[in-house]
């Protein structure tokens, strides 16, 4: 399990910049903010097809969900950089991943572990790879670092992309489909 200090759950869990934001409302949001399509497992992950009470989930009674997380979000919700200088910023509800050319990429996440740090998530159709297609997302921390391996990018369902993992052996140097995995650093 990735766990950071808590200043940095303070820094890196508060809304993204302006324009980043998702008109439908199902964009990025602080710590315990509920969605209107999606509501929090007992095991810190979501299941499409839920809707949301509008009541504020982030309290009472122990839902399961892993402590660190009390309102079972995603552990690795802000934003984030890579070495090619591509912005990821990563919801529970959703992901996008912006490179310095090109298009942005976004994600609708279907579930996610904070304890087996994975997350799978349907791709927008508008995507300029693989748009309507299942990914998976397997993160892992080694020395501080945070790690990301799209393990898959274009499974032809939601089953199919939860059934691939990446190999964790060593992720500084492979186990992401024969390369390093990518290290993402909060960005400043």
């Keep these: 399990m990735l766990r950071f200090p808590l200043p940095f759950v ?32 007992t095991n810190g992950g979501t299941e499409s097809g839920e809707t949301d009470s509008g009541a504020d989930d982030s309290g009472g009674a122990d839902s399961g969900a892993d402590d660190s997380n009390p309102a079972g979000d995603i552990e690795i919700a802000g934003t984030w950089i890579d070495g090619s200088g591509a912005t990821y910023l990563v919801g529970s509800a959703s992901w996008t991943i912006t490179p310095t050319t090109g ?27 693989a748009g309507g297609a299942w990914s998976r997302f397997d993160w892992a921390e080694a020395a501080g670092v945070l790690y990301l391996c799209h393990v898959s990018s274009d499974a032809a369902s939601e089953a199919d992309a939860a059934g691939v ?14 390369a390093a995995w990518t290290r993402l650093d909060p960005d400043p």
């Design 10 to 41: 303070f820094l890196f869990g508060c809304l993204p910049p302006d324009g980043l934001n998702d008109p439908s409302g199902d964009d990025f949001g602080p710590a315990g903010a509920d969605s209107d399509t999606l509501d929090t497992d």
């Design 103 to 129: 298009s942005a990429s976004r994600f609708s996440v279907s579930d996610y572990d904070n304890d087996l740090d994975y997350a799978v998530a349907q791709n927008d159709p508008t995507n300029p790879v």
């Design 165 to 178: 993992s990446a190999d964790r052996a060593d992720v500084a140097t492979s186990g992401c489909d024969g």
